[in-house]
Structures are given as structure tokens and as C-alpha cells.
């Protein structure tokens, strides 16, 4: 029985899909006005290992996460620029699937885009209205009457009159309520801008993710996930005017992934320890940031540093070490592992167990290859099949083994030096088979002896 972490009560739950076998899950996606950076690959990630339990387990899932293709920091960006919103988001929406593709994300089954869906936002904010959840003072602006809804603050277990001290209307705007929120811009110049019943103008941001999400997965649904930065305000808004305008539960699940923090502290450009996903990709191998980034349990926060992408590239070494050299079959043998593997993804998608279970599986494999090739073959099977759940381990094993290697050392010269020293083992030759073995040394290539076969490494 697969149970999840419930943000809203803040309990494991015992997860039951609304409406039988099928399951619909919202995900907010990126803001396009710059590359992404680690943390949505975080988000990327953790929800794409959801999505691959999900569906491992036999339901029948409808993955959505959307794109905020129009809001103040892609205006201010593309105005920095000198070029339209939409040139902007375009290229950066390209940018961001080429950095999926090499993290091994999945695509969602739909991408909705906040401005194809002006009209459906018109349509709830007049719903609003008629409820008297939200009122347009007339300047070109909507907003939200935060007051007016009960549950506000049940997501993230803020109270309004706390919330209320200290907060302030600004001099643009026409609240009657410091912590009212806008669901649509009055026009302002040098801004793109769609018409509207209240006058030109475009989206608040949190009206965008309540209609996309119930366009495409129904009024209620089964999981709502993020980053846990996102918890206030955004989905507790999200929450606010998706409840009042249809008047039934909005998400039945609310799932928040951690924070990336580099080197113990919190990634900020101002301390001037902000990555892109494409910053770290040019240094170590994508599956090595996977990895680092399934490792952790997805709601806990991750330490980004030099010492952890070794461990994770350390930890991808001793599977593909023990993956090497034998035949790849189907999986075969090993249901203890696959038993052991599963509770821990059915307890709140508990990656760091599963990882301990796939070290074991290794250690068995590493016992059998010499005395059971085809037990070990099978069992590496498994590792793969595993593996393929956290995103990791499809790779040749050479492949990934000698990865960076280009550039650094001409392959065909060090297998040619590695047969050299057969040649000269075989012949007992011990002088030269030593001599061999400190020149690809100084080389930077580590030989690895197996019976039967000599492979190369890299060296860290």
C-alpha cells in the first residue's frame, strides 16, 4: 500500500486515487525568463520519480506540470533584452527540455501554458466575482478577498490576523485588504497586455496554476506537488480561489519536494552560489547529478557540494563496476530485493532505502559472477530494472565508466597497451607487464583485473 506525506494534513496517508485506477497529478512548473537552475531540477526530478513509481505500480496516471510563460520578471527580462516576451520564453522553453532530456526527465503527459488559457482565467475570476470571493475597484486590476474565504491558511497553518501584522497596501493599488491578492493586471505601459472584462491586461500568477490544473485534470484531483517554497503563498492561494470557485476540494494530496542548499547554505544569488542546471552539467556527468538528486528522500533538503557529487559518482561506480562485463538479460532472480525495494518506495517514495537495497543487490551480483555467471546476469537485470525506477543506470557500463575520457586519452592507444600487457603476462613477462601498467598510470587510466578480462577507468 503506497502512502504519501500529505502537506494539507500534514500526516502519511494511504493513497487512494479519487476515480478507481487513475490517477492525476499537477506539478508547477518553471517560470521561463531565465536557464533553470538546480533547484527546478530538484522539482524536475522528484516528481519524475513519482511519475515512474506511479506507473511501475499500475496506475494509470495523467502527469501534468505547466509553464509560466507571461509574469513580471519575463517582461522585465525580455525588456532588458530588447526582445518580445514570447522570443524569450520560446528559447528558454527549448532550453529547459534539452535540460530534461539529459537529466533522464520524462516528459509530462501535458504542458498547458498560462497564455493559452486567458479566457478560461476570465471566466473563473468573473466566478469569483459573482461569489463575492473577489471585487475589480475599477483602476483595471481584480483582486482576491483573502478575508472572505474560511480555509485560508489551512496548506501552510498561517492565521490571517498574523499574517496581517505588518503588512501593508502599496500606493499603486486599491485593496481593501493588505493581504488581498491581484488575479489580474490593469495594463501598464510597455507591457504585453490581453483584453479583459475589467479593461486590458494580464494574469496574476496564482490564478494561472488554478485554472490550467482544473482544465486539464477536473475541478478535484489527486496530487498537487512543488517546491516547498511554493507552499505560501502560491498554493495556499491556489487552494483559496480554486475551492470558492467551484466549491469542492481542489487537491486531494499536496506533495512538496526540499530545497537544493550549496555547501550548508541556501543557493541566492546574492551569496553568489546560484547554479544552473547547465553550470553543473558541463562538470560532472548527468547521471551523477541524477543520482545525487534521487539519493536524498524528495522532501528533504540536499546539499550540493563537492563532496556529495562524489559520493554520488562513487556510488554510480560500484553499480556499473558490478554491471560490467556480464550479459544483459532480462531480469531474473531476486524477488526479495524487488520485495524489499518496493516497501520502501510505497512509504512516502523512500529513495534512500531503495538505494540500500540496490548496494546489496550489487553485493550479491559481485558474489555470484565467478561461480554463476547467468544467477549474476539475471540479478544485474534486476539492478537495471531498479535502477530504471530512479532514472539512473541505463547506460553501458564502459560508457558511463569512462565517461570524460574524449580528449583526455586516445582509447584505442590504451586498449592496445592493455592487449600489450596480456601479451606480456602471458608470457611472463613481469617486467614488462609492470612497466605497461605505470605508463597508462601515468596516463591517468586505472586497469581493473577480472577473470578473463582486463577493463580501464578514468581516474578521479
Not at 536557464?35 to 496516471?61: I, P, Q
Not at 507552499?231 to 506533495?255: C, D, L, R, V
Not at 554520488?312 to 550479459?327: N, S, T, V
Not at 512516502?348 to 550489487?362: I, K
Amino acid at each position: 500500500m503506497l502512502t504519501i506525506y500529505n502537506t494539507l494534513s500534514k500526516t502519511k496517508e494511504a493513497f487512494k486515487p479519487l476515480d478507481g485506477n487513475k490517477v492525476r497529478m499537477y506539478v508547477c512548473g518553471m517560470t521561463v525568463y531565465d536557464y533553470c537552475h538546480l533547484g527546478h531540477g530538484r522539482s524536475m526530478v522528484a516528481f519524475d520519480l513519482v511519475t515512474r513509481w506511479l506507473r511501475k505500480s499500475g496506475y494509470d496516471l495523467t502527469y501534468v506540470r505547466n509553464i509560466t510563460d507571461i509574469d513580471d520578471k519575463i517582461i522585465n527580462r525580455a525588456n532588458e533584452n530588447g526582445e518580445s516576451f514570447d522570443a524569450l520564453t520560446a528559447r528558454m522553453i527549448d532550453a529547459m527540455h534539452e535540460d530534461e532530456r539529459r537529466l533522464n526527465i520524462l516528459k509530462p503527459d501535458l504542458e498547458p501554458r498560462a497564455t493559452d488559457h486567458i479566457a478560461g482565467m476570465h471566466a473563473m475570476i468573473q466566478t469569483l466575482i459573482d461569489k463575492g470571493y473577489a471585487y475589480a475597484p475599477g483602476n483595471g486590476d481584480v483582486y482576491y478577498r483573502v478575508g472572505k474565504f474560511v480555509g485560508y491558511g489551512k496548506l501552510s497553518r498561517k492565521k490571517i490576523e498574523d499574517l496581517r501584522i505588518g503588512a501593508r497596501i502599496e500606493v499603486d493599488e486599491a485593496k481593501q485588504d493588505p493581504l488581498d491578492f491581484v488575479l489580474w493586471k490593469g495594463v501598464k505601459p510597455g507591457e504585453p497586455y490581453w483584453d479583459s472584462p475589467w479593461g486590458p491586461g494580464r494574469p496574476g500568477w496564482h490564478i494561472e496554476c488554478s485554472v490550467m490544473s482544473t482544465c486539464c485534470l477536473g475541478e478535484s484531483f489527486d496530487i498537487h506537488g512543488g517546491g516547498s517554497d511554493l507552499e505560501f503563498p502560491h498554493h495556499e492561494n491556489e487552494i483559496a480561489q480554486s475551492e470558492a470557485a467551484t466549491g469542492k476540494q481542489y487537491a486531494n494530496a499536496w506533495m512538496h519536494c526540499g530545497m537544493i542548499r550549496i555547501n550548508g547554505e541556501k543557493m541566492s544569488k546574492s551569496l553568489n552560489n546560484f547554479f544552473t542546471i547547465r553550470d553543473v552539467l558541463e562538470k560532472y556527468h548527468p547521471e551523477v547529478v541524477r543520482y545525487l538528486l534521487v539519493g536524498s528522500h524528495y522532501r528533504s533538503a540536499i546539499n550540493y557540494s563537492e563532496d556529495s557529487l562524489r559520493d554520488a559518482k562513487g556510488a554510480l561506480e560500484r553499480f556499473y563496476h558490478a554491471l560490467r562485463g556480464l550479459p544483459r538479460v532480462a531480469a531474473q532472480g531476486g524477488e526479495a530485493f524487488v520485495e524489499r525495494f518496493s516497501v520502501a518506495m510505497n512509504d512516502d517514495f523512500g529513495t534512500p532505502e531503495a538505494c540500500a537495497v540496490l548496494f546489496d543487490l550489487v553485493r550479491e551480483i559481485n558474489r555470484l559472477r565467478d561461480s554463476d555467471v547467468d544467477a549474476a546476469a539475471g540479478l544485474a537485470g534486476r539492478l537495471r530494472e531498479l535502477g530504471d525506477v530512479l532514472g539512473v543506470l541505463q547506460l553501458d557500463a564502459d560508457d558511463f565508466l569512462r565517461a570524460g575520457a574524449e580528449g583526455k586519452v586516445d582509447a584505442a592507444e590504451v586498449e592496445a597497451l592493455i592487449q600489450a600487457r596480456l601479451q606480456a603476462r602471458a608470457d611472463k613477462n613481469w617486467a614488462e607487464s609492470d612497466r605497461i601498467r605505470d605508463q597508462l598510470t601515468a596516463m591517468g587510466v586505472v586497469l581493473e583485473d577480472s577473470k578473463g578480462a582486463t577493463t580501464w577507468r578514468l581516474a578521479d
